[in-house]
């Protein structure tokens, strides 16, 4: 039975993911931004174990840790909170810039650093749902893509920093997953949304599956999921 913590399974992929491994009994860690939120997911997830958290305020992280237990070992930790703002860069705000690096980035290098020895114990492995945003950016995307970029190189460097301790890091580089975030980036676009036309996030999760279930003799580094025809 493999432990897991898991940002975001309050829904989208996250929560898909959270379905899926309870399903087949493995133990759940999921992060929550308060202790309300915490209460819905175990309402939710029967079972799991809770940690609060705001991923908005990364610096606070420790603190909040410090007065709750943690895994003490972990198989894998898989972040896929993120908050999304479009806008074009004259006229983005640095409030908005602060806030989508803090959560989309920040957070996930200072929750690793965090659950680090866990990870070590167990030789686990670290995934970042990241985003095409991730690779490539179009316009009204830079906030967003800056954050995302920032995730591909702190991942990247994990992947090297951690070799000798065992961990693997996989990064996934979602296209557009029918989600709560991808209905809002329709608001904000002007465009209509319909769940239909994109990915569903149960594949999404089972790439994510396919990653941490792979044998030890390999690694999956990245992996692109695009919606199928």
Do not use: C
Request: charged letters at 20%; proline letters at 5%; a negative charge.
């Amino acid at each position: 039975m493999a432990t897991h913590l898991i940002t975001g399974a309050g829904s989208g992929i996250g929560a898909a993911l959270a379905d899926r491994l309870a399903e087949r009994g493995d133990d759940l860690w999921l992060l929550a931004r308060d202790a309300g939120r915490a209460a819905q997911l175990r309402e939710r997830f029967p079972g799991a174990q809770t940690l609060a958290g705001d991923l908005a305020d990364p610096a606070r992280l420790s603190w909040a840790f410090s007065h709750q237990s943690t895994p003490a070992r972990l198989d894998s930790l898989i972040h896929v909170a993120g908050v999304v703002e479009l806008g074009a860069v004259a006229e983005t705000p640095v409030a908005t810039w602060q806030q989508q690096l803090a959560v989309n980035a920040i957070a996930p290098a200072e929750l690793t650093r965090l659950l680090i020895h866990a990870l070590r114990i167990s030789r686990g492995q670290v995934v970042f749902v990241n985003s095409g945003a991730g690779l490539r950016v179009s316009p009204e995307w830079g906030s967003y893509a800056a954050s995302k970029f920032a995730v591909r190189a702190i991942a990247d460097a994990l992947r090297e920093e951690e070799r000798a301790n065992g961990i693997r890091v996989t990064t996934v580089y979602p296209g557009r997953t029918a989600t709560p975030m991808q209905e809002k980036v329709h608001q904000q676009e002007g465009a209509d949304y319909d769940a239909s036309r994109w990915i569903d996030p149960a594949s999404v999760a089972t790439t994510i599956l396919a990653a941490l279930d792979l044998p030890r003799d390999a690694e999956l580094t990245e992996v692109t999921v695009r919606p199928g025809v």
